[in-house]
Protein backbone atom coordinates (compact mmCIF):
# COMPACT_ATOMS: atom_id res chain seq x y z
CA UNK A 1 0.00 0.00 0.00
CA UNK A 2 1.07 3.42 -0.75
CA UNK A 3 0.55 6.71 1.13
CA UNK A 4 -0.42 9.46 -0.34
CA UNK A 5 0.58 12.93 1.49
CA UNK A 6 -2.78 14.29 1.35
CA UNK A 7 -5.33 11.55 1.49
CA UNK A 8 -3.47 8.79 3.88
CA UNK A 9 -3.43 5.43 2.21
CA UNK A 10 -4.09 4.54 -1.17
CA UNK A 11 -5.09 1.57 -2.57
CA UNK A 12 -2.91 -0.63 -4.72
CA UNK A 13 -5.66 -2.95 -6.37
CA UNK A 14 -4.85 -3.27 -9.61
CA UNK A 15 -8.57 -4.08 -11.05
CA UNK A 16 -9.35 -0.36 -9.48
CA UNK A 17 -6.47 1.08 -10.82
CA UNK A 18 -7.15 -0.31 -14.16
CA UNK A 19 -10.67 0.81 -14.10
CA UNK A 20 -10.06 4.07 -13.19
CA UNK A 21 -6.68 4.38 -15.79
CA UNK A 22 -7.09 7.46 -17.88
CA UNK A 23 -10.42 8.62 -16.12
CA UNK A 24 -10.21 12.91 -14.79
CA UNK A 25 -12.61 13.54 -12.49
CA UNK A 26 -14.44 16.58 -13.53
CA UNK A 27 -15.53 18.23 -10.33
CA UNK A 28 -14.22 18.29 -6.86
CA UNK A 29 -16.77 16.17 -5.42
CA UNK A 30 -16.31 13.68 -7.82
CA UNK A 31 -12.29 13.77 -7.23
CA UNK A 32 -13.35 13.58 -3.74
CA UNK A 33 -15.31 10.06 -4.18
CA UNK A 34 -12.90 8.70 -6.47
CA UNK A 35 -10.19 9.61 -3.49
CA UNK A 36 -12.63 8.12 -1.08
CA UNK A 37 -12.84 4.66 -3.28
CA UNK A 38 -8.74 4.73 -3.13
CA UNK A 39 -9.01 5.08 0.61
CA UNK A 40 -11.35 2.26 1.07
CA UNK A 41 -9.61 -0.61 -1.25
CA UNK A 42 -6.28 -0.05 0.83
CA UNK A 43 -8.34 -1.29 3.81
CA UNK A 44 -11.11 -4.02 2.04
CA UNK A 45 -12.52 -5.53 -0.71
CA UNK A 46 -14.78 -2.89 -2.84
CA UNK A 47 -15.67 -5.34 -5.28
CA UNK A 48 -17.65 -7.46 -2.51
CA UNK A 49 -21.18 -6.22 -2.01
CA UNK A 50 -20.91 -7.00 1.69
CA UNK A 51 -18.54 -4.19 2.06
CA UNK A 52 -20.20 -0.89 3.20
CA UNK A 53 -18.77 0.74 0.45
CA UNK A 54 -18.60 -0.89 -3.24
CA UNK A 55 -18.49 -0.97 -6.75
CA UNK A 56 -21.10 -0.93 -8.73
CA UNK A 57 -21.87 -0.51 -12.79
CA UNK A 58 -24.39 1.46 -14.64
CA UNK A 59 -24.73 2.54 -18.09
CA UNK A 60 -27.35 5.32 -19.33
CA UNK A 61 -28.82 3.49 -22.59
CA UNK A 62 -28.98 5.28 -25.41
CA UNK A 63 -30.80 5.25 -28.87
CA UNK A 64 -28.11 7.74 -30.96
CA UNK A 65 -30.21 8.49 -34.07
CA UNK A 66 -33.44 9.64 -31.80
CA UNK A 67 -31.37 11.12 -29.43
CA UNK A 68 -33.61 9.20 -26.21
CA UNK A 69 -32.46 7.25 -23.17
CA UNK A 70 -34.00 4.66 -21.37
CA UNK A 71 -34.70 5.21 -17.94
CA UNK A 72 -35.60 2.66 -15.50
CA UNK A 73 -38.66 2.59 -12.40
CA UNK A 74 -35.92 1.58 -8.99
CA UNK A 75 -38.66 0.62 -6.61
CA UNK A 76 -36.18 0.94 -3.69
CA UNK A 77 -34.96 4.55 -4.62
CA UNK A 78 -38.27 5.21 -5.31
CA UNK A 79 -37.09 7.06 -8.61
CA UNK A 80 -36.15 6.99 -12.29
CA UNK A 81 -32.53 5.83 -12.64
CA UNK A 82 -29.72 4.22 -15.12
CA UNK A 83 -29.63 0.82 -15.87
CA UNK A 84 -26.51 -1.01 -13.89
CA UNK A 85 -26.10 -2.67 -10.29
CA UNK A 86 -23.51 -5.20 -8.34
CA UNK A 87 -20.86 -6.78 -9.60
CA UNK A 88 -21.52 -11.07 -9.64
CA UNK A 89 -18.47 -12.91 -7.73
CA UNK A 90 -14.89 -12.80 -9.03
CA UNK A 91 -16.42 -9.56 -11.38
CA UNK A 92 -13.65 -7.05 -11.23
CA UNK A 93 -14.32 -4.61 -14.23
CA UNK A 94 -17.39 -1.96 -13.36
CA UNK A 95 -17.89 -1.64 -17.45
CA UNK A 96 -18.73 -6.13 -17.69
CA UNK A 97 -20.77 -5.32 -14.67
CA UNK A 98 -22.75 -2.62 -16.75
CA UNK A 99 -22.90 -4.55 -19.77
CA UNK A 100 -24.31 -7.61 -17.97
CA UNK A 101 -26.96 -5.91 -15.77
CA UNK A 102 -28.28 -3.48 -19.08
CA UNK A 103 -28.21 -6.53 -20.94
CA UNK A 104 -30.64 -8.13 -17.88
CA UNK A 105 -32.72 -5.23 -17.00
CA UNK A 106 -33.36 -3.96 -20.42
CA UNK A 107 -33.89 -7.29 -22.38
CA UNK A 108 -31.96 -5.48 -25.16
CA UNK A 109 -29.51 -7.92 -26.84
CA UNK A 110 -27.54 -5.48 -29.40
CA UNK A 111 -26.06 -3.48 -26.63
CA UNK A 112 -22.37 -1.88 -27.55
CA UNK A 113 -20.19 1.21 -26.44
CA UNK A 114 -21.05 4.01 -27.13
CA UNK A 115 -19.99 6.47 -28.91
CA UNK A 116 -17.05 3.75 -29.11
CA UNK A 117 -18.13 0.23 -29.69
CA UNK A 118 -15.16 -1.48 -27.91
CA UNK A 119 -14.50 0.54 -25.06
CA UNK A 120 -17.08 3.57 -24.16
CA UNK A 121 -15.52 5.74 -22.01
CA UNK A 122 -15.88 6.31 -18.14
CA UNK A 123 -18.38 9.43 -18.04
CA UNK A 124 -18.83 9.18 -14.27
CA UNK A 125 -18.02 8.28 -10.75
CA UNK A 126 -20.30 8.93 -8.18
CA UNK A 127 -20.74 7.45 -4.40
CA UNK A 128 -24.12 7.38 -3.46
CA UNK A 129 -26.31 5.75 -0.48
CA UNK A 130 -28.74 3.16 -0.20
CA UNK A 131 -31.25 2.60 2.10
CA UNK A 132 -30.93 -0.07 4.17
CA UNK A 133 -33.88 -2.84 2.64
CA UNK A 134 -33.99 -6.52 0.93
CA UNK A 135 -32.06 -7.44 4.51
CA UNK A 136 -28.88 -5.35 3.94
CA UNK A 137 -27.83 -2.16 6.01
CA UNK A 138 -27.79 0.86 4.57
CA UNK A 139 -24.58 0.90 2.55
CA UNK A 140 -23.02 2.96 0.02
CA UNK A 141 -22.26 2.54 -3.97
CA UNK A 142 -19.07 3.55 -5.66
CA UNK A 143 -20.70 3.56 -9.25
CA UNK A 144 -18.80 3.51 -12.31
CA UNK A 145 -21.21 4.81 -15.23
CA UNK A 146 -21.11 4.39 -19.17
CA UNK A 147 -23.04 4.95 -22.30
CA UNK A 148 -24.46 1.96 -24.21
CA UNK A 149 -26.32 2.04 -27.30
CA UNK A 150 -28.82 0.25 -29.13
CA UNK A 151 -30.86 0.25 -32.51
CA UNK A 152 -33.59 -1.53 -31.29
CA UNK A 153 -35.13 0.78 -28.79
CA UNK A 154 -38.57 -1.34 -29.25
CA UNK A 155 -37.22 -4.35 -27.97
CA UNK A 156 -36.90 -3.43 -24.80
CA UNK A 157 -38.45 -5.75 -22.01
CA UNK A 158 -38.01 -4.91 -18.53
CA UNK A 159 -36.74 -7.50 -16.03
CA UNK A 160 -40.00 -7.13 -13.95
CA UNK A 161 -43.45 -5.39 -13.48
CA UNK A 162 -42.29 -3.61 -10.93
CA UNK A 163 -38.88 -2.30 -12.74
CA UNK A 164 -40.92 -0.20 -15.76
CA UNK A 165 -38.58 1.10 -18.18
CA UNK A 166 -39.13 4.56 -20.16
CA UNK A 167 -37.02 5.97 -23.26
CA UNK A 168 -37.24 9.79 -23.09
CA UNK A 169 -35.63 12.70 -24.47
CA UNK A 170 -32.55 13.98 -22.65
CA UNK A 171 -35.09 16.73 -21.37
CA UNK A 172 -37.51 14.83 -20.36
CA UNK A 173 -35.02 11.63 -18.70
CA UNK A 174 -33.72 15.39 -16.65
CA UNK A 175 -36.69 16.18 -15.44
CA UNK A 176 -37.73 12.67 -14.34
CA UNK A 177 -34.51 12.19 -12.35
CA UNK A 178 -34.61 12.81 -8.58
CA UNK A 179 -31.25 12.78 -8.30
CA UNK A 180 -28.40 15.39 -9.04
CA UNK A 181 -25.97 12.83 -9.46
CA UNK A 182 -27.68 11.40 -12.51
CA UNK A 183 -28.76 14.86 -14.07
CA UNK A 184 -24.74 15.33 -13.62
CA UNK A 185 -24.22 11.88 -15.90
CA UNK A 186 -27.30 12.86 -18.42
CA UNK A 187 -25.36 16.44 -19.00
CA UNK A 188 -22.27 14.42 -19.76
CA UNK A 189 -23.55 12.19 -22.17
CA UNK A 190 -21.87 12.52 -26.16
CA UNK A 191 -23.53 14.31 -28.56
CA UNK A 192 -26.01 12.49 -30.50
Known amino acids: MERH ?3 GPVDTDPA ?3 ALADYEPRTAREAEDVARLHRAAATGDVWSRSS ?3 ITGSAVVVHPPTGRVLLRWHERMGSWLQVGGHADPGETDPLQTARREAAEE ?3 TDLAGWPDPARPPL ?3 VIVPVPAGKGEPAHEHADFRYV ?3 DTP ?3 VAETAAARLRWLSRAEAAAAVAWDNLNE ?4 LPAA
Open 52 to 54: PLH
Open 16 to 18: LAG
Open 106 to 108: TGL
Open 154 to 156: DAV
Open 148 to 150: LAT
Open 185 to 188: TLSR
Open 5 to 7: PDT
Open 123 to 125: IHV
